[in-house]
């Protein structure tokens, strides 16, 4: 069974950091992605990054880049999610789901996490 488990989430000031962590287990060789997406209420499911088991290959949205740093441990099989330089507008439930490809799109994710919240204060 697949299994997918976000965690690190928490209250920061703007300017401050939080790492956040996806474990992931039962994935097959298929399922090569894993990227961060976060939503904030009412709003529509963003694309933050993602990044390849096989061959560690990232994207990032503009929004974010030069802030976040995707990485992983594929011996954990867990992802990280570093942001730094956090402002309110990062504020969401952000969660990580296994795809079979790169992609920025939602819908090549077919395994979702229950999502951890960040929240940041001005």
């Known amino acids: 069974q697949v299994f997918l488990a976000e965690s690190g989430g928490g209250l920061v000031q703007a300017g401050g950091s939080l790492r956040l962590s996806c474990a992931a287990s039962g994935l097959t060789i298929s399922y090569d992605a894993v990227g961060w997406f976060r939503q904030a209420p009412g709003k529509e499911r963003e694309f933050v990054s993602v990044i390849t088991w096989s061959g560690g290959t990232t994207v990032y949205a503009d929004s974010v880049k030069g802030r976040f740093t995707i990485s992983k441990d594929n011996s954990k099989k867990t992802v990280y999610l570093q942001m730094n330089s956090l402002k309110p507008e990062d504020t969401a439930l952000y969660f990580c789901?296994?795809?079979?490809?790169?992609?920025?799109?939602?819908?090549?994710?077919?395994?979702w996490g229950q999502g951890t919240q960040v929240t940041v204060s001005s």
């Open positions: 789901a296994a795809g079979t490809a790169l992609a920025r799109t939602s819908v090549f994710y077919a395994h």
